[in-house]
């Protein structure tokens, strides 16, 4: 392949990955935003729906509140003789259009009923004996409060086995049950039941029907909706098999918990967005399931649609935006190619017709200038040739220099044996093995006991030169004598301590030389009990202006060789010595 056609091969992978990627990121949020407004719009529906429901329980509510202090209710049931029979159909009749002023009006509703152990007063319905029911009892048990007793059964609850196989349109209904004690205010007395007066029941009835038509009318197509009470029994559903029932699938509990929010979960295999609210009246919650593919099915086609027609139409035009470009960028390499065949083949007069300036244009410049450079270098190299061999015997002059210092100090030392000056001879003896171990081609890294062979000349030295001022001790490990340290680690620390720690005392110094190894770590400390020194001079000696060349050469090698978490601290008190601590890696 050319270099062009591999250009816009890269150009075409260059633009297909973006598109692809952007056209991907932009079908997902789209959809994802869509996704999201359609999940808040079902959970502003099924808030709605739930205050709408509050609205009218809570008026059933107030007005069963109403009953407790009417008068006329207070007066039949004070005064009713349970056991006369014209009594109880005469006080029926009072007793139906009370509750009728109060609950006829309301929509939804479908029976209203007070019970008592003797008589139903208010609308007739198949019911038996209700007290005998648990909507009764569980009344009884409120002591006064308000039940919503949730949708059940009508042929269980009142244990009316014949109805089973007619079709009744009171099947399945719901209930707000509570005992009522009248009591009126009499001028300023407050007048209550008699204590023998049985206190009723009030019982008002709905048709599941009424949860069912609220829902199905608002929620989007394609949706399942269920109310469960507290112990998760289903109030209302769009499966009617599982009215009354009790709801067993463990997801519910989560959200009894969060009590009002949306969800995103998986139900049989499908991806749903389930909304749900709790009644602030009854307590039930309400949840609204919906499959997301029902929420944005029918916009899928067209973002899908709208991203590849995008997609293409971009890409076409970035096709012959590359096609022009690459063709810019090949046509300079060409013309320089061709030069450079002619520069090969050694043309050097070769120039290349500038009429750009750009990038290439400035490139072709810079051929022509490195061409006639090519001509200056040819004769330039043989000069540089001379030079380096001029290099070359000045660097074997130099070595010869050491090797005649060495035949000197040899002769030095010669001449102080002849003349019985045993101490000078072993003096110049350390001088010349030191010099030799400082002079050596290689200045890498050598074994610890080469460095301690050293130090100890170095040692020998001073202390004639000091007149035995101070000793020195050792306690290295003997491992650490087999591996490497770099050359003349101690020498400035021991040189500051010698030089200016006893520099104001006659004798008793001492300089204890430490070596050990920790948690892989090789640890070496050089302590002397001199004069020691400020904070300040120790913060001047590692990171200001200091004379200390040689201890800052020391911790510049260390942190090049071995890294920045290796290196040199220094603690010392003044009167109290001073201690330098090294750390290498072992």
Same mark, same amino acid.
């Given at each position: 392949?050319?270099?062009?056609?591999?250009?816009?091969?890269?150009?075409?992978?260059?633009?297909?990955?973006?598109?692809?990627?952007?056209?991907?990121?932009?079908?997902?949020?789209?959809?994802?935003?869509?996704?999201?407004?359609?999940?808040?719009?079902?959970?502003?529906?099924?808030?709605?729906?739930?205050?709408?429901?509050?609205?009218?329980?809570?008026?059933?509510?107030?007005?069963?509140?109403?009953?407790?202090?009417?008068?006329?209710?207070?007066?039949?049931?004070?005064?009713?003789?349970?056991?006369?029979?014209?009594?109880?159909?005469?006080?029926?009749?009072?007793?139906?259009?009370?509750?009728?002023?109060?609950?006829?009006?309301?929509?939804?509703?479908?029976?209203?009923?007070?019970?008592?152990?003797?008589?139903?007063?208010?609308?007739?319905?198949?019911?038996?004996?209700?007290?005998?029911?648990?909507?009764?009892?569980?009344?009884?048990?409120?002591?006064?409060?308000?039940?919503?007793?949730?949708?059940?059964?009508?042929?269980?609850?009142?244990?009316?086995?014949?109805?089973?196989?007619?079709?009744?349109?009171?099947?399945?209904?719901?209930?707000?049950?509570?005992?009522?004690?009248?009591?009126?205010?009499?001028?300023?007395?407050?007048?209550?039941?008699?204590?023998?007066?049985?206190?009723?029941?009030?019982?008002?009835?709905?048709?599941?029907?009424?949860?069912?038509?609220?829902?199905?009318?608002?929620?989007?197509?394609?949706?399942?909706?269920?109310?469960?009470?507290?112990?998760?029994?289903?109030?209302?559903?769009?499966?009617?098999?599982?009215?009354?029932?009790?709801?067993?699938?463990?997801?519910?509990?989560?959200?009894?918990?969060?009590?009002?929010?949306?969800?995103?979960?998986?139900?049989?295999?499908?991806?749903?967005?389930?909304?749900?609210?709790?009644?602030?009246?009854?307590?039930?919650?309400?949840?609204?399931?919906?499959?997301?593919?029902?929420?944005?099915?029918?916009?899928?086609?067209?973002?899908?649609?709208?991203?590849?027609?995008?997609?293409?139409?971009?890409?076409?035009?970035?096709?012959?935006?590359?096609?022009?470009?690459?063709?810019?960028?090949?046509?300079?390499?060409?013309?320089?190619?061709?030069?450079?065949?002619?520069?090969?083949?050694?043309?050097?007069?070769?120039?290349?017709?500038?009429?750009?300036?750009?990038?290439?244009?400035?490139?072709?410049?810079?051929?022509?200038?490195?061409?006639?450079?090519?001509?200056?270098?040819?004769?330039?190299?043989?000069?540089?040739?001379?030079?380096?061999?001029?290099?070359?015997?000045?660097?074997?002059?130099?070595?010869?220099?050491?090797?005649?210092?060495? !035949? &000197?100090?040899?002769?030095?030392?010669? =001449?102080?044996?002849?003349?019985?000056?045993? $101490?000078? @001879?072993?003096? #110049?003896?350390?001088?010349?093995?030191?010099?030799?171990?400082?002079?050596?081609?290689?200045?890498?890294?050598?074994?610890?006991?080469?460095?301690?062979?050293?130090?100890?000349?170095?040692?020998?030295?001073?202390?004639?030169?000091?007149?035995?001022?101070?000793?020195?001790?050792?306690?290295?490990?003997?491992?650490?004598?087999?591996?490497?340290?770099?050359?003349?680690?101690?020498?400035?620390?021991?040189?500051?301590?010698?030089?200016?720690?006893?520099?104001?005392?006659?004798?008793?110094?001492?300089?204890?030389?430490?070596?050990?190894?920790?948690?892989?770590?090789?640890?070496?400390?050089?302590?002397?009990?001199?004069?020691?020194?400020?904070?300040?001079?120790?913060?001047?000696?590692?990171?200001?202006?200091?004379?200390?060349?040689?201890?800052? !050469? &020391?911790?510049?090698?260390?942190?090049? =060789?071995?890294?920045?978490?290796?290196?040199? $601290?220094? @603690?010392?008190? #003044?009167?109290?010595?001073?201690?330098?601590?090294?750390?290498?890696?072992?």
């Amino acid at each position: 392949m050319t270099f062009r056609s591999r250009l816009l091969a890269s150009y075409i992978i260059l633009i297909a990955v973006p598109l692809i990627v952007l056209g991907t990121l932009f079908y997902h949020t789209s959809l994802q935003v869509v996704t999201d407004q359609a999940q808040k719009n079902v959970y502003e529906i099924v808030k709605k729906n739930n205050e709408i429901m509050d609205t009218k329980l809570k008026i059933i509510d107030q007005n069963s509140q109403a009953l407790f202090v009417d008068k006329d209710l207070f007066r039949i049931f004070n005064s009713l003789d349970p056991n006369n029979e014209a009594d109880l159909l005469a006080a029926d009749r009072q007793v139906s259009a009370v509750l009728t002023k109060y609950f006829s009006q309301i929509e939804d509703v479908y029976a209203y009923q007070l019970w008592t152990t003797y008589f139903t007063f208010g609308q007739t319905l198949p019911q038996g004996d209700p007290t005998n029911s648990d909507i009764y009892r569980t009344a009884r048990q409120a002591g006064g409060k308000m039940v919503w007793y949730p949708t059940y059964d009508f042929i269980d609850m009142f244990n009316q086995p014949y109805l089973a196989n007619g079709k009744i349109e009171f099947r399945y209904l719901f209930s707000a049950t509570r005992i009522l004690d009248f009591s009126y205010l009499s001028n300023t007395t407050l007048e209550k039941l008699d204590a023998g007066v049985e206190r009723p029941v009030l019982t008002i009835s709905f048709k599941s029907e009424a949860l069912k038509s609220l829902y199905e009318k608002s929620i989007p197509d394609g949706s399942g909706y269920l109310v469960l009470d507290l112990d998760k029994r289903v109030v209302a559903s769009n499966e009617s098999d599982h009215i009354s029932k009790i709801y067993k699938e463990n997801w519910v509990e989560q959200l009894h918990l969060a009590g009002s929010g949306t969800r995103r979960i998986t139900l049989d295999g499908v991806k749903m967005i389930v909304c749900f609210d709790r009644s602030q009246v009854t307590g039930w919650m309400s949840i609204v399931m919906t499959p997301e593919s029902a929420l944005v099915g029918s916009l899928v086609p067209i973002i899908r649609t709208s991203s590849i027609f995008l997609a293409v139409i971009m890409g076409i035009v970035a096709l012959i935006f590359a096609y022009f470009i690459s063709g810019r960028i090949t046509n300079p390499i060409k013309k320089l190619l061709g030069a450079m065949r002619s520069v090969g083949e050694g043309d050097f007069q070769t120039r290349v017709v500038v009429s750009t300036n750009d990038e290439f244009g400035i490139l072709l410049q810079r051929f022509n200038r490195m061409n006639d450079r090519i001509r200056l270098l040819v004769s330039e190299n043989y000069e540089i040739k001379l030079k380096e061999q001029e290099a070359e015997i000045h660097a074997l002059n130099m070595q010869m220099n050491p090797h005649f210092l060495y !035949n &000197t100090l040899n002769v030095m030392n010669w =001449t102080a044996i002849e003349n019985d000056q045993k $101490e000078l @001879s072993k003096m #110049l003896v350390c001088l010349s093995n030191m010099l030799h171990y400082t002079s050596r081609k290689e200045w890498g890294a050598v074994h610890l006991s080469e460095e301690m062979e050293w130090m100890k000349n170095y040692f020998y030295i001073m202390s004639v030169r000091f007149e035995e001022k101070f000793l020195v001790s050792y306690e290295i490990d003997s491992i650490l004598y087999d591996n490497k340290v770099p050359r003349l680690l101690f020498q400035p620390f021991v040189e500051n301590a010698i030089l200016h720690g006893f520099d104001q005392i006659e004798s008793g110094g001492l300089i204890r030389i430490r070596g050990w190894i920790d948690q892989g770590i090789r640890h070496f400390e050089v302590a002397d009990n001199g004069r020691g020194m400020s904070s300040d001079a120790v913060h001047t000696i590692l990171y200001g202006e200091s004379s200390s060349v040689g201890i800052k !050469n &020391t911790i510049a090698r260390i942190r090049i =060789t071995y890294g920045n978490e290796y290196g040199v $601290e220094i @603690s010392s008190k #003044l009167g109290f010595g001073t201690k330098v601590t090294i750390t290498l890696p072992l």
